[in-house]
C-alpha cells in the first residue's frame, strides 16, 4: 500500500517567510502606514515583533501603531486586513505542486495537519491552489488539538483510515513536526531550504521538493525491509 503523506503548512508547503513580506509591502502602501523611507524599517520590525508566526497580530500591530505613530488606522483594521487579505499572497516554495501532483498521480494519499486559526490557515492553503490533491486538511483550533499532541496525528490517521506507521509527516519544526509524529511511530521528513540545517531526530532531511519523491520511495522501501 502507498503511504500516506502528512504535510505542515507554515515554512513547510507555504514559504510564510516570503508570503510574509510581500503582504506586508502590500499593506504598508495600501493603507499608506508609513512614509517610503520608513518602509523597510517598518517591515523589518513587524518581522522581528511576530517572531515566526508565534506572536499573534493584535500584539504587533498594537506595537507598531505606537512605535511608527500611525494615526490613520487602527490595530483592529490592520489585523482585520491581515485575515481577509494575506492568503492573496500565499507562496509555496519551489517545486512544491508539481512535486504533489506528481505524488497523488503515484498514488500516495495525502494530508495537512497545520497549527493554527482557522479559517485563517485553510485560506492560505487554498490559496496555493493544491486542494485537489489533498483528501485531508486539518487545523488545530478547528478540533482543538495542536501539534505535538499525539491525539491530532492519531486523528489524522482516522480520517484515512491507516496507522500511524503507513504516514511519512514531512515538517519544519523539530518538536511540533518531527518529535511529534515519530512519538506516534510515523515516519519522519525534516523539510528546511537552508543547505546546512539537519534534524538529528527525523529519518530524512530534505533541503528543495525537488528531493522529496525519492525521499519517500526510500523511507517506504527502509520500512519494508
Ligand atoms: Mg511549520
Known amino acids: 500500500m502507498k503511504k500516506v503523506l502528512l504535510f505542515d503548512l507554515d515554512q513547510t508547503i507555504l514559504n510564510r517567510s516570503e508570503s510574509l513580506i510581500k503582504f506586508i509591502n502590500w499593506q504598508v502602501n495600501f493603507f499608506k502606514l508609513v512614509p517610503q523611507a520608513l518602509k523597510e524599517s517598518f517591515i523589518k520590525r513587524f518581522i522581528e515583533l511576530e517572531n515566526n508566526g508565534s506572536v499573534w497580530k493584535d500584539v504587533v500591530y498594537r506595537q507598531l501603531i505606537q512605535e511608527f505613530h500611525i494615526t490613520n488606522h487602527t490595530q483592529h483594521q490592520l489585523l482585520e486586513s491581515y485575515i481577509n487579505d494575506f492568503n492573496k499572497f500565499s507562496t509555496s516554495f519551489e517545486c512544491v505542486e508539481e512535486t504533489m501532483q506528481r505524488l497523488y498521480k503515484q498514488g500516495y494519499r495525502?494530508?495537512?495537519?497545520?497549527?493554527?486559526?482557522?479559517?485563517?490557515?485553510?485560506?492560505?492553503?487554498?490559496?496555493?491552489?493544491?486542494?485537489?490533491?489533498?483528501?485531508?486538511?486539518?487545523?488545530?483550533?478547528?478540533?482543538g488539538l495542536r501539534k505535538p499532541d499525539p491525539e491530532i496525528f492519531m486523528y489524522a490517521c482516522k480520517q484515512f483510515n491507516c496507522r500511524p506507521s503507513d504516514c511519512i509527516f514531512i515538517g519544519d519544526h523539530p518538536k511540533a513536526d518531527i518529535e511529534g509524529a515519530k512519538k506516534v511511530g510515523m515516519q519522519t521528513i525534516y523539510f528546511h531550504p537552508t543547505l546546512s540545517l539537519q534534524q538529528p531526530l527525523s529519518d530524512a532531511t530534505i533541503h528543495h521538493y525537488s528531493q522529496l519523491e525519492d525521499t519517500v520511495k526510500r523511507l517506504q522501501e527502509k520500512r519494508h525491509l
Open 110 to 143: 495525502l494530508g495537512l495537519i497545520s497549527n493554527g486559526k482557522t479559517p485563517f490557515q485553510e485560506h492560505n492553503f487554498y490559496a496555493l491552489g493544491l486542494s485537489e490533491y489533498f483528501s485531508l486538511v486539518v487545523v488545530s483550533e478547528a478540533i
